[in-house]
């Protein structure tokens, strides 16, 4: 366990690894009415990588995200309700390189931990859930296709990744997310939703010793342990996708608008910065854009 003060937010952190490996990050806030919980997995829309018998394979653009849409509906239930009975609000996103699965609430913390862990740590697909959430998504990626800001931010990914997991949309395309069957579900969440590629990470007035994490240690001996070796494979085959290739230099689509839209994009040369260096970085740019547009 590592513990570390911040004096400039007058807060401590204390991190802490669980006996399967899963992180757990607790800030303790005095005061603070409602209390929020998150499962992060180090696992998101530009992940398309999985190891298999015949070596590294791609999987479909959206799996990430439909995942992230299965996790709440189980055999006979749906974790949704079971939080609302709880008085938890509860949500989840999925973005390039992560998922994440929350709840606030003022009351039944370790009730509602125990129901997040049940989320995040027993999967269930069938043919029946996945067609019927098949629909649903299609649905989804319709809507944002007549969003012209998403559309925009999305289109200019594209062009500074294209031909890269980058260049398709979190939630996939319809035709797509037709190719998701529940074993390539379960495969998948194998892989990346293990307890070490896992992060809780707890905000709120609680008293350490009486938060229940035992949920969270529970080994689950159905899924395959991914050896070291293995997992570097997976973030080596993510990071030549992105390292290859060229940016396109315009690209425009047409939509129905009153006011014509624009988005200028930049592709860094450096994969990682120190945090000083990217934060100086950032402010950089942002004076740059506001100096051209405004």
Do not use: C
């Amino acid at each position: 366990m590592v513990s570390h003060f911040y004096p400039e937010f007058n807060t401590t952190v204390v991190r802490k690894t669980l006996t399967n490996g899963l992180t757990v990050i607790l800030n303790n806030k005095p005061g603070f009415a409602t209390t929020y919980a998150m499962v992060t997995a180090n696992f998101g829309a530009a992940d398309r990588w999985i190891n298999s018998d015949d070596g590294l394979k791609r999987v479909p653009a959206g799996l990430a995200h439909f995942i992230e849409h299965k996790l709440f509906d189980k055999q006979q239930y749906d974790v949704g309700n079971r939080f609302a009975e709880s008085g938890a609000d509860n949500n989840a996103f999925t973005s390039f390189s992560q998922t994440s699965y929350l709840f606030s609430a003022t009351s039944a913390i370790n009730e509602n931990l125990a129901i997040l862990a049940d989320l995040t740590l027993n999967p269930y697909f069938d043919e029946g859930k996945v067609a019927k959430e098949q629909g649903i998504i299609t649905q989804e990626i319709l809507m944002y296709q007549d969003d012209p800001n998403s559309r925009l931010y999305f289109e200019t990914i594209a062009g500074l990744y294209p031909e890269t997991a980058l260049s398709d949309d979190i939630a996939g395309t319809s035709a797509s997310i037709q190719k998701l069957t529940p074993a390539l579900l379960y495969q998948t969440y194998a892989q990346y939703y293990q307890p070490r590629n896992l992060q809780l990470t707890i905000v709120g007035d609680f008293a350490e010793n009486k938060l229940e994490l035992a949920p969270f240690a529970v080994h689950r001996a159905e899924n395959p342990v991914i050896d070291q070796h293995q997992n570097q494979q997976l973030r080596q085959a993510r990071r030549a996708e992105f390292a290859s290739g060229t940016t396109l230099a315009k690209q425009k689509f047409t939509m129905k608008l009153q006011r014509q839209k624009v988005a200028l994009g930049f592709r860094g040369r450096q994969p990682k910065l120190a945090k000083p260096e990217l934060v100086r970085q950032d402010l950089k740019l942002n004076f740059f854009l506001d100096a051209v547009f405004f």
